[in-house]
């Protein structure tokens, strides 16, 4: 996403955007924040092109850092449900855990020895929890605590709230690329099958490479 960072690039992407989205990007005042805005709208549109979807398919985008992505439903019934998050692993307040976690979940992040691998274990839940929050379409507004995620292989969501009744899979993404080595991304759906496939787009040259992908 860093060439958006760059005035022109970013003015040729921002034309391409319809009027809705461009008065959603012009809210935001940090040049990265609006690069992101821009970036993941536009992702969005080569995936529809990519898989032949409309705007009524599912879909979901996140942004971290240097990176939008998109994951959509790309097949089925249309009644699925779907959320991804991209987190870039910053430093981060060491009470936020016992915060917006369950009990269990702390316990799982405090377990481990090193800082570094607490905030490894923290990331992977977070990207996970907010994955299912978007999934169930209320976001931020859904309580993480409300819900519990266990890691491990497969990873489960052992817990969750009971007006959500449905099988939700839990997929974290294994990198494809060295330079997300800084990053956490997991994907939630309600679909049984995931396509290990990830498409590469380019906001310098729009070129679109593929890469297979690692599910944990």
């Avoid at 990007?25 to 032949?52: E, F, R, T």
């Avoid at 369950?102 to 992040?109: F, G, H, N, Q, Y």
């Avoid at 974290?172 to 956490?184: D, F, V």
Wanted: proline share 4%; aromatic share 12%; net charge neutral.
């Amino acid at each position: 996403m860093v060439p958006l960072l760059e005035p022109e690039t970013l003015e040729y992407y921002y034309h391409q955007l319809p009027e809705h989205r461009k008065k959603k990007a012009d809210k935001q005042k940090v040049p990265i924040k609006k690069a992101q805005s821009v970036g993941a709208w536009v992702l969005w549109c080569k995936v529809k092109g990519q898989y032949s979807l409309t705007e009524e398919d599912i879909y979901s985008l996140s942004h971290s850092g240097d990176y939008v992505i998109c994951s959509a439903i790309v097949s089925g019934e249309g009644n699925g449900q779907l959320g991804c998050d991209i987190q870039q692993m910053v430093d981060y307040n060491r009470e936020l855990p016992r915060r917006i976690f369950t009990p269990l979940e702390w316990k799982r992040v405090k377990q481990e020895s090193t800082k570094e691998q607490q905030k490894e274990i923290f990331y992977r839940l977070w990207v996970l929890k907010e994955s299912f929050q978007k999934a169930t379409r209320q976001g931020m507004k859904l309580d993480m605590r409300s819900f519990e995620i266990v890691l491990g292989n497969p990873t489960v969501l052992t817990k969750q709230p009971q007006e959500f009744t449905r099988k939700y899979y839990c997929y974290e993404i294994e990198r494809a690329k060295a330079e997300l080595e800084g990053y956490k991304v997991a994907v939630c759906t309600t679909e049984t099958e995931m396509e290990n496939i990830l498409h590469e787009y380019s906001f310098k040259d729009e070129s679109l490479c593929s890469h297979t992908m690692l599910f944990s």
